[in-house]
Nanobody, 115 residues
């Protein structure tokens, strides 16, 4: 199992930025893939961004060119830099790690984009 703890959520105005972090309980070098998902009120959870062990990344179309996912192997963290935030980015953001074929989830951090 992998324990994941998200941080960095909060209230931000439209056009602003936030940086989310996900701390893992084991070395992320051993984790095949790490992802950020989000779930807005009344909507299904959706994949926002993912990064695999070789550093390759993928993004949802809605966040391309605004969000950047990165890994810090030394700190066992995965970060999500979110720029040019929009009200529709409001959601609970969850960190996810796929390790030995199993999916592990954090408890989430709330991001609210509002003026």
């Amino acid at each position: 199992q992998v324990q994941l703890v998200e941080s960095g959520g909060g209230l931000v105005q439209p056009g602003g930025s936030l940086r989310l972090s996900c701390a893992a309980s084991r070395s992320i070098i051993t984790i095949n893939r790490m992802n950020w998902y989000r779930q807005a009120p009344g909507k299904q959870r959706e994949l926002v961004a993912g990064i695999i062990s070789d550093g390759s990344t993928n993004y949802a179309d809605s966040v391309k060119d605004r969000f950047t996912i990165s890994r810090d192997n030394a700190k066992n963290t995965v970060n999500l830099q979110m720029n040019s935030l929009k009200p529709e980015d409001t959601a609970v953001y969850y960190c996810n790690a796929v390790w030995r074929g199993m999916s592990n989830w954090g408890k989430g951090t709330l991001v609210t984009v509002s003026s």
